[in-house]
T-cell receptor, first 121, second 115 residues
Framework: GAVVSQHPSWVICKSGTSVKIECRSL??????MFWYRQFPKQSLMLMAT?????????EQGVEKDKFLINHASLTLSTLTVTSAHPEDSSFYIC?????????????????FGDGTRLSIL | AQSVTQPDIHITVSEGASLELRCNYS??????LFWYVQSPGQGLQLLLK??????LVQGIKGFEAEFKRSQSSFNLRKPSVHWSDAAEYFC?????????????FGTGTQLKVEL
């Protein structure tokens, strides 16, 4: 259980284009999803917290107009990198947390997708 | 603010040997603690978590971790390492309060297993 699917797993595109990454919870409902960015040989840095039906909460230093997040349903959140440039190339990982009440207590572990390797030429 | 320190960037052990990966955290109260493992090019898999109760936590794949409040540590252990355990290991701390439950990750420890 608790499977998170991320698509695509790898994308290469030209500079200036926009790229959409999907994060789906396959067998559970997730009111909260998280988007991370991971540079090579480094840890995960939280970009934003995505809440179903409301605006995402961005971490300090993350451009909300650059990284558009939509969480339209309890099983899907999308991250769109707008007007992507080479410096946006990175490994993007999403995670989803089960809805409070479905598990024991309010704080359930996050379940991660397999990540998306984004390369901007 | 919460933080996590993983002092060892790389660790190499022989297959069959025991393993301990160190994790120290900084948090104002009793935290939620997690260990995740990441294989190359993939997402993170939860190994184990500590919320409360018994300070020795058992996880998947034969891993365990012990929460030591006095040392602000949550070290990961395995009595006998397998070659398939080679991966990147991340310790994370989660805030108890608030609805965000954001995780803060350590910088990771790369485990290499020698056959």
């Amino acid at each position: 259980g608790a499977v998170v699917s991320q698509h695509p797993s790898w994308v290469i595109c030209k500079s200036g284009t926009s790229v959409k990454i999907e994060c789906r919870s396959l067998d559970f409902q997730a009111t909260t999803m998280f988007w991370y960015r991971q540079f090579p040989k480094q840890s995960l840095m939280l970009m934003a917290t995505s809440n179903e039906g409301s605006k995402a909460t961005y971490e300090q230093g993350v451009e909300k107009d650059k990284f558009l997040i939509n969480h339209a349903s309890l099983t899907l959140s999308t991250l769109t990198v707008t007007s992507a440039h080479p410096e946006d190339s990175s490994f993007y990982i999403c995670s989803a947390r089960t809805t409070p009440g479905q598990g024991v207590g309010l704080n359930q572990p996050q379940h991660f997708g397999d990540g998306t390797r984004l390369s901007i030429l | 603010a919460q933080s996590v320190t993983q002092p060892d960037i790389h660790i190499t052990v022989s297959e069959g040997a025991s393993l301990e990966l160190r994790c120290n955290y900084s948090y104002g109260a009793t935290p939620y603690l997690f260990w995740y493992v990441q294989s190359p090019g993939q997402g993170l898999q939860l190994l184990l978590k500590y919320f409360s109760g018994d300070t020795l936590v058992q996880g998947i794949k034969g891993f365990e971790a012990e929460f030591k409040r006095s040392q602000s540590s949550f070290n990961l252990r395995k009595p006998s390492v397998h070659w398939s355990d080679a991966a990147e290991y991340f310790c994370a701390v989660g805030a108890r309060a608030g609805g965000g439950n954001k995780l803060t990750f350590g910088t990771g420890t790369q485990l290499k297993v020698e056959l």
